[in-house]
């Protein structure tokens, strides 16, 4: 069985016929029931995003962009990413983790 949300493109004809071919059934979780069927998206993935967001907000407030000769602004360096990656996974408890095993 293969669980889809309910994006369209998901949803495509073509999309479920080469599922069906393979020999997948399909099911789509219904709009509006995240926090019921994708307990990781609500307990680990949205702290997560919000903690990335939180980390690009400081690096800019910072003046971490800084701008291109064009005046566009630059980048973040991989190194940057990566450590926001990690902090961001560092502030997500342990304990919400177990309590969805």
Known sequence: MLVF??????????????????????AVIPSGCTSICQPLDVAINKPFKDNMRKEWHIWMSKGGAGRTAKGNL???????VCAWVKNSWENISDKIIISLL
């Not at 630059?74 to 940057?80: G, T």
């Open 74 to 80: 630059r980048c973040a360096r991989i190194s940057d």
């Open 5 to 26: 949300d309910s994006f369209r493109g998901h949803l495509e004809d073509s999309v479920k016929s080469k599922f069906s071919k393979c020999g997948f059934d399909l």
